[in-house]
């Protein structure tokens, strides 16, 4: 069956980064674009990047362009996304899915604070 399974967060100051990954199983991993998206505390969920299933094409929420970079192991089955100067508002709960505009599979999210 097809499994999401995310790892890397955690607590992080203002300013310096984290590197989410998600290993994924049970299906064609080459063939699914892929996404990240985030919720926080007490909002809706946040779509913020997107990448192909070759991983020539990315994109971003305009909310992270610029910090947010996503990127992908085929050979791996894994999917990153690495997030720089990290602020406050990005403390959430961030989530691998497959797709990028309907999202049919969930990991179960790792958990991002950003605090000093």
């Known amino acids: 069956q097809v499994q999401l399974v995310e790892s890397g967060g955690g607590l992080a100051q203002p300013g310096g980064s984290l590197r989410l990954s998600c290993a994924a199983s049970?299906?064609?991993?080459?063939?699914?674009?892929m996404s990240w998206v985030r919720q926080a505390p007490g909002k809706g969920l946040e779509w913020v990047a997107g990448?192909?299933?070759?991983?020539?094409?990315?994109n971003y929420a305009e909310s992270v362009k610029g910090r947010f970079a996503i990127s992908r192991d085929n050979a791996k089955n894994t999917l990153a996304l690495e997030i720089d100067n990290l602020t406050p508002e990005d403390t959430a709960l961030y989530y691998c899915?497959?797709?990028?505009?309907?999202?049919?599979?969930w990991g179960q999210g790792t958990p991002v604070t950003v605090s000093s």
């Open positions: 899915t497959r797709g990028r505009r309907l999202f049919d599979y």
């Open positions: 049970g299906f064609t991993f080459s063939t699914y674009g």
């Open positions: 990448i192909s299933g070759d991983g020539s094409d990315g």
